[in-house]
C-alpha cells in the first residue's frame, strides 16, 4: 500500500483454498477494493512522488456497477476532469492547498472536535484500527486522519475481506465485516459528507466534488 508500511514481522501462512460459500460477498468485495484504491489515489497529492498519473475511473465506474452504487453522467464527467495528473494537481492544489483549519481540509480530526485531546483521541483510535490490521502511516507521509489513508485502510479491509471469502474462512470474514462497520461509523462515516458539502459548495462541478460524492455513496453502501 502506498501510504501504509506493513507492521509484521511474518507472515502468516494462507491456508489452501476451500469451496466459495458467497460469490456475491466475494464479488462485493473485491468491488469494494478497486473502489477504495482508485478513490485512495484520487486523494494522494498530485505533486508528489505517490501522485497517480491517470486516475482508473473504468475501473471505479465498473466497481460501482457491481456494488449498485451508480452516478450519473454528469458526475462521471466531472471525475475525468481530474483523471490525468496535471489536471489534478490544479484542482487538488486549489481546493486543499490552504491553511489546515480552513476551506476543505482532508484532514479528519478538523472536523467536529475541535478540543487537542478530542483529536488526539480520534488520531489514537485510527492508529489502532490500522495496527490491528498489521500497517501503520509512513513515517514521512500522510497524518492518519487524512481521507486518502482511510480510504486506503478501508481497501485493506476489503481485500483481507474477499481472501476470507475466497478461503470459507468464517471468523476472518466477521472480524473484517465488524472493523469495516465500526471504522466507518467511528471515523470516515461521521466527516466524509462533511467533507463532500464542503468542496460541492465551494466548487459544485469540480472533479473533487464528483469524486466525493461517490466516496460517500461507497462508504454509505459498506458501512450498512
Do not use: N
Not at 58 to 63: D, E, G, I, K, M
Request: glycine content about 8%.
Amino acid at each position: 500500500m502506498a501510504g501504509f508500511v506493513d507492521t509484521r514481522a511474518v507472515h502468516p501462512e494462507r491456508r489452501s483454498a476451500a469451496p466459495v460459500r458467497d460469490h456475491r460477498a466475494l464479488d462485493a468485495a473485491l468491488a469494494l477494493t478497486d473502489a477504495y484504491r482508485v478513490l485512495a489515489s484520487a486523494f494522494q497529492d498530485p505533486d508528489g512522488p505517490e501522485g497517480a498519473d491517470r486516475l482508473e475511473l473504468r475501473v471505479l465506474r465498473a466497481a460501482g456497477d457491481r456494488l449498485g452504487v451508480r452516478a450519473d453522467d454528469r458526475t462521471w464527467a466531472a471525475a475525468r476532469r481530474i483523471a490525468r495528473r496535471d489536471a489534478r494537481a490544479v484542482e487538488h492544489r486549489a481546493i486543499f492547498g490552504h491553511t489546515v483549519a480552513h476551506g476543505c481540509p482532508p484532514y479528519e480530526t478538523e472536523y467536529g472536535r475541535r478540543h487537542v485531546f478530542g483529536q488526539a483521541q480520534d488520531l489514537g483510535d485510527i492508529r489502532g484500527f490500522y495496527e490491528a490490521f498489521g500497517v501503520r502511516p509512513r513515517s514521512r507521509g500522510e497524518r492518519p486522519d487524512h481521507v486518502g489513508c482511510e480510504l486506503e485502510f478501508l481497501g485493506l479491509l476489503a481485500l483481507k475481506s474477499a481472501i476470507a471469502h475466497a478461503t470459507s474462512d468464517v471468523e476472518r470474514i466477521e472480524i473484517c465485516r465488524e472493523a469495516e462497520r465500526r471504522f466507518i461509523a467511528d471515523h470516515p462515516g461521521r466527516w466524509l459528507p462533511a467533507l463532500a458539502g464542503r468542496i460541492a459548495a465551494r466548487v459544485p462541478d469540480s472533479g473533487y466534488a464528483a469524486v466525493t460524492a461517490i466516496e460517500v455513496a461507497a462508504t454509505s453502501f459498506a458501512g450498512v
